[in-house]
């Protein structure tokens, strides 16, 4: 068949050139491998096939193969609700939705990502800060708002923080204590081994009121087509089903079908691929940039670095732009106390390796030459 | 490539089949017609094609091949912002939130697809009753909150009434008047042709702000690949850019060009096909259930018939289903005021004949049965 295009495509593609190199969002933008690209290959067969299906079995069957991939096999039991969503953003604005009106306070992580804090304060609701450090250990009682909800990012973005096994017990015990709904984003749990033992094992020992939200938006090159996955506990107080049942009726079939093949080619290596990847890029970006990395033991498909002294970061993303390297400044990440990640920028790692080679050298250049005049 | 596939796919269809006939929910489940499952078989191109291209450039490609394929041409002005949203629910939700954040009271008409109000309820909005008569004709004063939202829709669900061109000239005026934004859901438009004047060239004549929603999740059984289009004025005081980025960067380009691709094919046969599948599915549902449209000059993928007095929607509706008969009920498009839908079924047209006319059939059977026991 012919598809038609548009005339100029020889000129978007000088265009995006010209636009300079993206490495500010977190979305993967990397080649597919040799087999992801033999599931793409066959979407036709895929379209022909869940068209035979009921969208249940077809739901089901994708969050198994992705939950049970990254080490959730607990997630499958009884005990747990589910619900495909468009993607993690839609999970997470169903539940500030659900917050607002079962009226609960919210403390939540900083830094991360001012989307989730962004997501949540549209719904109008009082969101406290609860420092990262604070969640990784020492005493829980002044962090957990009882009678609310601890929202929490495990791996962590921009920081690559894990909670791990014995510290989730601490904050599942608190919280239940607290009476406080626990929720845990955990969009890149594929990219850290760290945060693959069985959380919803941890979860279940607890008299707990739980969310989650896992995601196959930020590991494949897919354009888009993702899902997010919406987990709570049966009895859980924030009306969720019914915030998704307004939405939605299901994620796309097909799409849930290519989640589940992608899953099933990360079993068999594309996960090792995968996180090999960001491992390589990460150390191409820190041979290329002449800066201290901010969170060394980080393992998701981000990097940030620390500024010199004097270099704004919000000004510094400003003058990137202007020369066509896109990146995040740090005061992004820190929601409530945007001071505190001015000596920060954040980097995106999922990305071809030539692309961030090219980002990090145009950076360190433009560094170079500020140091030159200061020093000067 | 081999696609792995559950063991027991008969075992599923040999289930649909026995789960019965679903004419309930209204996503297309018909067959694709050759031309567009040549596009489906294009898939794995269309994927590469659109890798290469900036995002925005696919956005605004497949917006204006769309809407402009059913006849919204001053849409594409520059007066105009849109955005691409995973479906046309995505963007209600949206502007529901945007409204709370605006504190405007909302004017919803009625009946209408209870999904609309319960979206927008979900944010705790005070929504007030319009009936879709008084929007359709008569003095407007008493109908439109000042400084509100009035939230219609056309071709509207499940009446298929619309709006012509002159009486939108009423509403604009009377919206602009009193200072109410004006919210139009056109997700059928596709599927009337009395819809399809430039609806946005009536919009910009006024002193109004709006904000309509396109959509094309109710035309093509693509197992939701689709997308919403939300469109408003330039100076409209929601603050929909803001809900929009906090949710989403873009619809997923793949998707995108798909939509574009259909649309295309709309314009060279593809929609009247649609439209002539429709009105013939109509054709057979009437012939095949002894009751009376409820509304006859309907021209959107439902039908809905009135229901002899002594049975009640609801009623039926459960005992339908336990006989593998999937409708709704009436009750669900008159969200304040239920009992005025007591005495309606409505199917769903977007299915292949021999579904609707096995439904019908089902349906009619059932009620003959009830007849015979009345008489009796």
């Known amino acids: ?129 609860v420092a990262e450090s604070e969640l990784a250990g020492g005493t829980l009682e002044d962090v957990i708002p009882a009678h609310g909800v601890l929202f929490t990012v495990s791996p962590n973005n921009p920081t690559g923080a894990v909670i791990d096994a014995d510290r989730l017990h601490q904050i599942a015990a608190a919280c239940a204590d607290r009476d406080t709904v626990l929720v845990i984003d955990s969009c890149f749990r594929a990219q850290d081994l760290r945060a693959q033992y069985d959380m919803y094992a941890v979860l279940g020992q607890y008299d707990l009121d739980w969310a989650t939200i896992e995601d196959t938006g930020k590991l494949w090159p897919l354009q888009e087509l993702k899902a997010g996955f919406l987990n709570w506990n049966v009895g859980n107080p924030l009306p969720l089903a019914r915030m998704y049942s307004d939405h939605m009726l299901s994620a796309s079939p097909f799409i849930l079908r290519i989640v589940e093949l992608f899953a099933e080619d990360g079993r068999h290596g594309g996960y090792d ?10 150390t191409l970006a820190r041979d290329h940039i002449n800066l201290a990395p901010a969170y060394p033991e980080s393992r998701i498909s981000v990097d940030t670095f620390r500024l010199p002294e004097g270099v704004e970061a919000s000004a510094l993303y400003t003058e990137l732009g202007e020369i066509g390297v896109h990146v995040l400044p740090g005061e992004l990440f820190y929601w409530a106390q945007p001071k505190l990640g001015t000596d920060l920028i954040r980097i995106s790692l999922a990305r071809d390796p030539e692309a961030v080679v090219t980002g990090c050298q145009r950076v360190d250049q433009h560094l170079e030459a500020w140091r030159r005049v200061v020093i000067r």
């Open 1 to 129: 068949m012919v598809v038609c295009m548009p005339d100029n495509i020889t000129d978007l593609e000088v265009k995006a050139l010209v636009d300079g190199v993206n490495l500010s969002d977190g979305h993967p933008r990397m080649s597919l491998s040799s087999t992801q690209s033999e599931i793409v290959a066959g979407f036709p067969e895929v379209f022909a096939q869940t068209r035979k299906l009921p969208v249940d079995v077809v739901e089901k069957s994708a969050r198994n193969a992705f939950l049970s991939s990254i080490g959730q096999h607990t997630a499958l039991s009884d005990g747990v609700t589910f619900r495909s969503c468009y993607s993690s953003s839609t999970a997470i604005d169903m539940i500030g939705k659900a917050i607002r009106l079962a009226d609960r306070k919210v403390a939540m992580v900083e830094p991360t990502f001012d989307n989730l804090h962004d997501l949540l304060a549209g719904h109008g609701l009082s969101i406290h800060s």
């Open 273 to 282: 691929r995968l996180r090999g990847g960001i491992q390589s890029n990460r």
